[in-house]
């Protein structure tokens, strides 16, 4: 499906099938000169012949088009070596960038299947969460050259002047844009409607939460009319939702509390007894997809709460527990 949003600015749906996320919102900027596409789906073929009907409907020559990956996930990134052109510029933050490169390389995957034994996950469905992760099925398949931007680097497509706004938390170097004049955000995966971004731990990212809830602040005092998000509806008061993305994580974090008040546990134990949005009845049930992004939430918020003092990390015959510092 495509809608016209504004002026010159499309978007796509790409379905991302098989997926809880549904589909993905892929924005096309257009300019006399070269046009902007913004994310790509996932490396699979339902998103593939979505994403090039779309753009042979708006009429885009690919090789006048360029491409901003918002971060490093593979529903974003993960069609970009099929549509980018030896003409084409592909920007992405120079955080992130990289690690895209590792996802198609296994690095990434080898650290976080690491991260998930380290934290409690049993060693069979550790590796059976890495090797059913979308991301290591669907990436890109090749390295690819990036553009890589930062904060206050401007992108002009025709009319529309974007600044980069450097958002990490949902990953490491995420990426927003901000048109200053018609007060669009193009806000990736870091404000969703009807949904809340996971905000998963890594080995570059120390304090993602910390993070996250940062660069809600620095968005919130942005003066934005319309927020396009990757992922379901597009937003129209993008304070009322971060103050419920605020809230939100507020919750959680007091759920985590209330479940170390039981005694030590790894993060995988904390997981298995929060509060999921799912249609499982218990952690048993939950596929070992799931269980790796739930598990990984339940670091940072741990991780979170340990700067705060309020919890601390014990290692333990090669596990990291963590209990409530009373």
Not at 43 to 63: D, I, S, T
Not at 145 to 165: A, M, R
Not at 177 to 203: A, V
Request: charged share 25%.
């Amino acid at each position: 499906m495509i809608e016209e949003i504004l002026p010159d600015i499309y978007k796509i749906e790409i379905p991302l099938p098989r997926n809880p996320l549904k589909y993905l919102n892929s924005y096309l900027i257009k300019g006399s000169e070269r046009n902007l596409l913004i994310d790509t789906g996932f490396n699979q073929q339902e998103c593939r012949k979505a994403m090039f009907e779309g753009l042979e409907k708006l009429e885009v020559n690919l090789r006048e088009t360029d491409f901003f990956v918002t971060h490093m996930h593979a529903d974003h990134s993960g069609l970009i070596t099929a549509l980018a052109t030896d003409s084409s510029k592909v920007y992405c933050s120079e955080i992130d960038a990289p690690l895209i490169n590792f996802g198609v390389s296994g690095v990434f995957f080898s650290e976080m299947h690491r991260l998930l034994v380290l934290h409690g996950f049993p060693l069979q469905e550790a590796a059976k969460a890495i090797d059913e992760h979308p991301a290591k099925k669907y990436n890109m398949g090749k390295t690819q050259v990036f553009n890589t931007v930062k904060e206050n680097d401007t992108i002009q497509v025709g009319d529309y002047v974007f600044k980069c706004v450097a958002t990490p938390g949902h990953s490491p170097g995420h990426m927003c844009l901000y048109e200053e004049k018609s007060k669009i955000l193009i806000s990736g995966d870091h404000i969703l409607d009807e949904i809340t971004p996971i905000i998963k731990i890594t080995r570059w990212a120390a304090n993602p939460l910390r993070d996250f809830f940062n660069s809600l602040v620095k968005i919130e005092q942005l003066e934005t009319s319309l927020t396009l998000p990757a992922h379901r509806q597009i937003i129209t008061d993008v304070q009322k939702r971060i103050r419920e993305l605020k809230e939100h994580h507020d919750i959680r974090l007091i759920e985590v509390l209330n479940i170390l008040f039981e005694g030590e546990k790894t993060a995988y134990q904390v997981a298995a007894k929060m509060t999921w949005d799912v249609k499982y009845s218990s952690w048993e049930q939950f596929p070992v997809t799931q269980k790796y992004f739930a598990a990984t939430e339940a670091i940072s918020h741990l991780i979170y709460l340990c700067h705060k003092n309020m919890v601390r990390k014990i290692d333990k015959e090669g596990k990291q527990l963590f209990e409530l510092i009373r």
